[in-house]
């Protein structure tokens, strides 16, 4: 029913800069949180930053004043802008929202991306 795809990882230099998007798709009546995550090897997966439907964000204390979540609410798109990379930065992404779907209208689903790689090089 609803489907989210990330794009925007790669390799970067140490310093350097990326975006990620996720864009999601198919029956949406609305979106709450979106959030993005991430797992390196053999770690947890943690949250990086979260943005509400009305703009309030919040950071893990390892990102802030280096990433910046944004949504566009129209495309149901969040970007994560990634900037002054570390190689501790090294992790899969993964994006997530949390649905209310047209067929399912009383009650909210969450979603997950499939993940995309960033790898920062030092």
């Known amino acids: 029913q609803v489907q989210l795809v990330e794009s925007g990882g790669g390799l970067v230099q140490a310093g350097g800069s990326l975006r990620l998007s996720c864009a999601a798709s198919?029956?949406?009546?609305?979106?709450?949180?979106m959030r993005w995550y991430r797992q390196a090897p053999g770690k947890q997966r943690e949250l990086v930053a979260g943005?509400?439907?009305?703009?309030?964000?919040n950071y893990a204390e390892s990102v802030k004043g280096r990433f910046t979540i944004s949504r566009d609410n129209a495309k149901n798109t969040v970007y994560l802008q990634m900037d002054r990379l570390k190689p501790e930065d090294t992790a899969v992404y993964y994006c997530?929202?949390?649905?209310?779907?047209?067929?399912?209208?009383?009650?909210?689903?969450?979603?997950w991306g499939q993940g995309t790689q960033v790898t920062v090089s030092s």
């Open positions: 997530y929202a949390d649905v209310r779907s047209v067929v399912a209208s009383w009650t909210t689903f969450t979603y």
């Open positions: 198919g029956s949406i009546l609305s979106i709450n949180d």
């Open positions: 943005i509400t439907s009305g703009g309030p964000t």
